[in-house]
């Protein structure tokens, strides 16, 4: 005769062992099953499994490191996780995916490579309520912008597929940010994946008054364009910033630089951009 064994008749360090190889949003659901799974899907054992590697590190170049002091448990400290935390002076910012556990990471304006970014005349820094980090970057005025942001493979959850996004939004004051759309880049190893996108969204009166001066002619270079490729044009996010896809890319087994980049060369003046950062987190299909 065939017997089963339900797994509430499991020892405790059995079912912990099953559920540190599941996820944190399969441990959640595990607590809804039994009141036996409250104590084993809250265990330590669980949820240290569910922490980065390097969370020791983390925690030691966190800025508030006092918020630190009153978790008591690998669940807390995963929570805490959960939210933006600054890191290395306040010049990133790292989280964790809740229901995944995976590691996301944000470049500040200040850790990207911006083309005349020392300039006042050109690029000027300030602080933003709406901000995470203490300063971002407003473009004043350019005709050549380039920005440029890099990461390794090794502080990133291995075997993922990413996505980095350059994080902004534009000021009352912009200006030639939709006339043309810019290039950008993802670059790991020898591989280049180049995609364009505008910096913002051109409003229909916009598009209305072009249409009246430039007629067809300028309707077929716009659908031009459009036929060429995929385009991206700027999406909000939850924090109330807009984001553009830079590119996607593969994390691996190995450490690897990645390379994100917006270039426009097309000598068109613009300004009015406001720059958080470079976003990179799992890419969902």
Not at 105 to 125: H, Q
Not at 137 to 150: M, Q
Not at 162 to 189: Q, W
Request: one cysteine or more.
């Amino acid at each position: 005769m065939n017997s089963t064994t339900s797994i509430v008749s499991l020892p405790e360090d059995c079912v912990s062992a099953i559920l540190s190889h599941t996820s944190p949003q399969d441990a959640c659901r595990f607590l809804l099953v039994s009141n036996t799974f409250v104590k084993v899907a809250d265990s330590d054992l669980v949820w240290k499994t569910f922490l980065p590697s390097d969370y020791e590190d983390i925690v030691s170049r966190a800025v508030n490191q006092f918020s630190f002091k009153f978790i008591s448990s690998y669940k807390q400290l995963f929570r805490s996780f959960c939210r933006p935390l600054l890191l290395d002076g306040g010049n990133k910012s790292f989280k964790l995916e809740k229901f995944s556990g995976k590691k996301c990471y944000m470049l500040s304006a200040r850790e990207l490579s911006i083309a005349w970014s020392i300039d006042p005349m050109f690029w000027s820094w300030k602080s933003s309520p709406q901000s995470r980090f203490p300063e971002v970057a407003e473009l004043r005025t350019v005709n050549w912008l380039e920005i440029e942001g890099r990461i390794r493979t090794k502080i990133l959850t291995p075997n993922t597929s990413y996505a980095a996004y350059l994080v902004m939004k534009s000021s009352h004051r912009a200006y030639g940010l939709d006339s043309t759309p810019t290039e950008v880049s993802i670059v790991i190893g020898n591989k280049v994946n180049r995609g364009k996108a505008y910096l913002c969204i051109k409003d229909e009166n916009k598009r209305n008054m072009e249409t009246l001066f430039y007629g067809n002619r300028r309707n077929r270079v716009i659908q031009e364009q459009e036929d060429g490729g995929n385009i991206q044009v700027p999406s909000k996010r939850e924090d109330g910033w807009m984001e553009i896809e830079i590119g996607e890319f593969f994390s691996g087994e190995g450490d690897e630089e990645i390379k994100m980049s917006l270039m426009e060369i097309g000598h068109q003046l613009k300004g009015g951009l406001v720059l958080e950062g470079i976003e990179v987190r799992p890419k969902h299909t």
